[in-house]
C-alpha cells in the first residue's frame, strides 16, 4: 500500500469534450450513466501499480483532477481554475474527435496549465501567444487523448487522427483514441491500456516530484 | 425605373447586412466551436439582413429617401418574408435539431421533426385566443393573423426583458453596491476549497482501495437491486458495500460544498475585478451614467404604473409633444415640421444603433454562458427567433434591445410618417399592445428588483459563515 506523496494528474480540455466519462472509465472501469456539466474541478482516484510485474510493484493512488470549463471563460473563472494547476504531476489533454476547435484549443489549455509555474505571482501575464522555447524545459509528462471515436466514420478517421500532430513537435506526448462508453478500449492488454499504464508510469518516475524546473533529470520515456 | 433603382439599392443594403450577420456568427458566437452545419448559420444570417432591412426602411420613411410606393412594396416583401421565416423555418429546424440529439428517434428525424413543428403551429394558433387583438373581417393567413401573435410573444419577451435591464443594469455599473472583497478574503476562501478537495481524495482513496480488495476477494459489489435483493440485503450483512455507500454519500455532500465554493471564489474574483475597473475612469463614467440610468428606470417604473391605473395610452409621441412645449413655454418660434423630422431621425437612428450593439453583446454573452458543442446549434436558432421577434415588436426608449416595433416606434413617430406602418399592418390593436407592454414591463421589474434584493442581501452573509 502506498504511503507515498500525493501523485497528481489535471484532465484538461474543453467543455463537453467527454473529460467526466473519461475519468469515471479511467477509475471506476464502468461507463458513466449520466454525465452532466462539471462545474469547479471533480477528483477520482485510481489505484495503480507501478512497475506491474517486476519486483519493484508498488501501488499508488494517482489522483485525477477533472477541471471544468472552456478556455474562453471569463477572467474570473480562470482566476480561480488556476487554484488547481498547483504542484502537478503529469497532464492528460482530452479532445473530441468531432470537433476540430477542442484539438486547436489544447495549446491554449497548456499555456494556461502549464504557464502557471513559470510566474510566481500567480497572475497571467502572457498575451496569450504561442511560444515554443517555453516548453523546452517541461518534464510533466503529458497524454492526449482523443475521445468520441466511435462518431467518426470509418473513412474519415485518418484524416482526423493526423489533427493532433502539432502537438508532437512541441510535447512529444503519448496518444489515445477512444470511446468513453465501451470499456473495451481500455481492456487490460490492449495497447491503450498499455499506453496508459507507461504514462502513469512515466510519473513517479522522477526524482523530486515537484513541479517543473526543480528536477534535473530529462527523462521522457520510460525504458 | 425608379422603381428598379430603388430594388437594387435595397438588395445590395440587405446582401450586405447579410455578410455583417455571416462575419458575426463566424467571429464571436462560433469562435471556438466548429460550424457542422451551415444551414444554421445561412437562417442566422438571413434573419439578421431582413431585420436590419426594416430598420433601414423606417429610416428611409422619415427621411423620404426613395419612391413611396417602392417604399411599401419593400416593407410588405420584407415582412413576409421575416414571417415565413419565423414562423416556418425556424421552428422547423429548432425541431429538427433538438430530435437528431435524442439518439432513440434518430432513424425518423424528419418524422419527429414534423411533429414537433405541427405541435408549434397549434399552441401558436391557440395563443391569438384570449387575446382582444384580432377584427373579424380578415382571412385565416392573412398577414395581420401572424403578426398580431408574434406581436403578442414578442411584446411580452421584449417586455420582461427591458424590465429586467431597467434594473440590472444601474445595479451592475453603479459601485455604491460593490461588496469590499480583500485579497485575504479570496485566499481564505481558496484554502477552503483545497482542504474539501483533500478530504474528498482521501475518501475516495478509502472506497477504491476497499472496492479493490472486495473485487480481489471475489465479493459482487453492485447495489441490491429488486425485491429479493433488498430481501437479501437486510439479512446479510455485506460490509463491504455499505460502508461504500455511507462513504459515497458524504463524498457527494463534499462535492458539492466543493462545486458552491468554486463559485464563489469565482464570484469573488469577478466582483475583486470590477471593484479595480471601477477607479478606472472608463469606470467612473460608466458608474455616473449609472445613476442617470436608475433615475430613467424609475421614472419609467412610475410611468408605467400612472399609465395602467389612470388607464391612459399616449396620444402624442414625445417629439412633437417636447417640440409643441419649448413653442408655447418658451416662445421660441421654429419650423416644427423640419425640425421634428430631423429630431425623430436622430432619435430612432441612436435607438436603433444602441440596440444592435446591445442584442449582439447580450446575444454574445447568453451564447457563452449556456453552449455546449451538443447544443449549440439548437440555441443559435433559438436565438435568431427571438431576435426575429425583436424585429417585429417594438423597443422603446431604453434602447437595450432590438425590437423595432412597428407597433410602438410607431408611438414614437409623429403622425405623418405612421400612415405607412399603419397601411401596412392594417388594423391592429395598437392600444392593446401598448397596455400589454406596460403591465409586462412593470411585473418584471418589481421581480427583478426583489430578485436582485434577495441575491445582495444573501451574499455577504455567506462570507460571515466561518
Redesign the interface.
Known amino acids: 500500500m502506498a504511503s507515498l506523496d500525493r501523485v497528481k494528474v489535471l484532465v484538461l480540455g474543453d467543455s463537453g469534450v467527454g473529460k467526466s466519462s473519461l475519468v469515471h472509465l479511467l477509475c471506476q472501469n464502468q461507463v458513466l450513466g449520466n454525465p452532466s456539466w462539471t462545474v469547479g474541478c471533480s477528483v477520482d482516484v485510481r489505484v495503480h501499480d507501478y512497475k506491474e510485474g517486476t519486483p519493484e510493484e508498488k501501488t499508488y493512488y494517482i489522483e485525477l483532477w477533472d477541471v471544468g470549463g472552456s478556455v474562453g471563460s471569463a477572467s474570473s473563472v480562470k482566476s480561480t481554475r488556476a487554484v488547481f494547476y498547483n504542484s502537478v504531476n503529469g497532464i492528460i489533454f482530452v479532445h473530441d474527435l468531432t470537433n476540430k476547435k477542442s484539438s486547436q484549443n489544447l495549446r491554449r489549455w497548456s499555456l494556461e496549465a502549464l504557464n502557471r509555474d513559470l510566474v510566481p505571482t500567480g497572475v497571467l501575464v502572457t498575451n496569450g501567444d504561442y511560444d515554443q522555447e517555453q516548453f523546452a524545459d517541461n518534464q510533466i509528462p503529458l497524454l492526449v487523448i482523443g475521445t468520441k471515436l466511435d462518431q467518426i466514420h470509418e473513412t474519415k478517421r485518418h484524416e482526423v487522427l493526423t489533427r493532433t500532430a502539432f502537438l508532437a513537435e512541441d510535447f512529444n506526448p503519448e496518444e489515445i483514441n477512444l470511446d468513453c462508453t465501451n470499456p473495451r478500449y481500455l481492456a487490460a492488454g490492449s495497447s491503450n491500456a498499455v499506453k496508459l499504464s507507461r504514462f502513469f508510469d512515466k510519473i513517479p518516475g522522477f526524482p523530486d516530484r515537484k513541479r517543473f524546473g526543480a528536477g534535473t533529470l530529462k527523462s521522457l520515456h520510460y525504458d | 425605373m425608379s422603381f428598379l433603382i430603388d430594388s437594387s439599392i435595397m438588395i445590395t443594403s440587405q446582401i450586405l447586412f447579410f455578410g455583417f450577420g455571416w462575419l458575426f456568427f463566424m467571429r464571436q458566437l462560433f ?4 460550424i457542422r452545419q451551415y444551414v444554421v448559420q445561412v437562417i442566422f444570417s438571413v434573419t439578421f439582413a431582413f431585420s436590419c432591412t426594416m430598420f433601414e426602411l423606417i429610416i428611409f420613411e422619415i427621411l423620404g429617401v426613395l419612391n413611396s410606393s417602392s417604399r411599401y412594396f419593400h416593407w410588405k416583401m420584407n415582412l413576409c418574408v421575416i414571417l415565413l421565416i419565423l414562423v416556418f423555418m425556424v421552428p422547423f429546424y429548432i425541431g429538427y435539431f433538438i430530435v437528431s440529439n435524442i439518439r432513440l428517434l434518430h432513424k425518423q428525424r424528419l418524422l419527429f421533426s414534423c411533429l414537433l413543428w405541427l405541435t408549434f403551429m397549434y399552441f401558436f394558433w391557440k395563443l391569438g385566443d384570449p387575446f382582444p387583438i384580432l377584427s373579424p373581417k380578415h382571412g385565416i393567413l392573412s398577414i395581420e393573423q401572424l403578426i398580431s401573435r408574434v406581436g403578442v410573444i414578442g411584446v411580452t419577451l421584449m417586455a420582461l426583458l427591458s424590465g429586467f435591464g431597467a434594473v440590472n443594469c444601474p445595479y451592475t455599473y453603479m459601485s455604491y453596491f460593490l461588496r469590499n472583497v480583500t485579497d485575504t478574503d479570496i485566499l481564505a476562501l ?1 484554502r477552503r ?2 482542504q474539501t ?1 483533500d478530504m ?2 482521501s475518501k ?2 478509502r ?3 476497499a ?2 480488495t472486495m473485487f480481489q476477494k471475489g465479493e459482487v459489489h453492485n447495489k441490491p437491486s429488486g425485491f429479493w435483493g433488498m430481501i437479501k440485503s437486510v439479512t446479510t450483512s455485506a460490509s463491504g458495500s455499505e460502508n461504500l455507500t455511507l462513504i459515497q454519500q458524504e463524498v457527494d455532500a463534499l ?1 458539492e460544498l ?2 458552491q ?3 464563489e ?3 469573488l ?2 466582483t ?2 470590477r471593484i479595480e475597473y471601477s477607479k478606472t475612469f472608463k469606470g467612473k463614467y460608466f458608474n455616473f451614467l449609472g445613476y442617470f440610468f436608475s433615475i430613467y428606470c424609475v421614472w419609467k417604473i412610475f410611468m408605467a404604473t400612472i399609465n395602467i391605473v389612470f388607464d391612459r395610452v399616449g396620444k402624442t409621441d414625445p417629439v412633437t409633444r417636447g417640440i409643441e412645449i419649448t413653442v408655447n413655454y418658451l416662445g421660441i418660434q421654429f419650423d416644427v415640421k423640419f425640425w421634428s423630422q430631423h429630431i425623430s431621425f436622430i432619435l430612432v437612428g441612436i435607438i436603433i444603433v444602441t440596440s444592435i450593439r446591445g442584442l449582439l453583446i447580450t446575444l454574445t454573452k447568453f451564447f ?1 454562458a449556456i453552449s ?3 447544443s449549440s446549434n439548437v440555441i443559435v436558432l433559438l436565438l435568431a427567433q427571438i431576435m426575429s421577434h425583436f424585429w417585429i415588436n417594438s423597443f422603446d426608449l431604453q434602447g437595450m434591445y432590438f425590437v423595432s416595433s412597428v407597433l410602438l416606434i410607431r408611438m414614437s413617430m409623429p403622425l405623418e410618417y405612421r400612415t405607412i406602418i399603419t397601411e401596412v399592418l392594417g388594423e391592429l390593436q395598437f392600444n392593446f399592445y401598448h397596455r400589454w407592454f406596460d403591465v409586462i414591463f412593470l411585473v418584471s421589474a418589481l421581480s427583478s428588483i426583489l430578485f436582485l434584493y434577495l441575491a445582495h442581501k444573501q451574499a455577504p452573509e455567506k462570507q460571515m459563515a466561518p
Not at chain 2, 469562435?31 to 466548429?34: A, H, I, T, V
Open positions: 469562435k471556438d466551436y466548429e481558496e476549497l483545497l478537495m474528498i481524495i475516495k482513496k472506497m477504491a482501495m472496492r479493490r462535492e466543493s462545486r465554493l468554486f463559485l471564489t469565482a464570484d474574483y469577478a475583486k475585478e457563452y455546449s458543442s451538443k
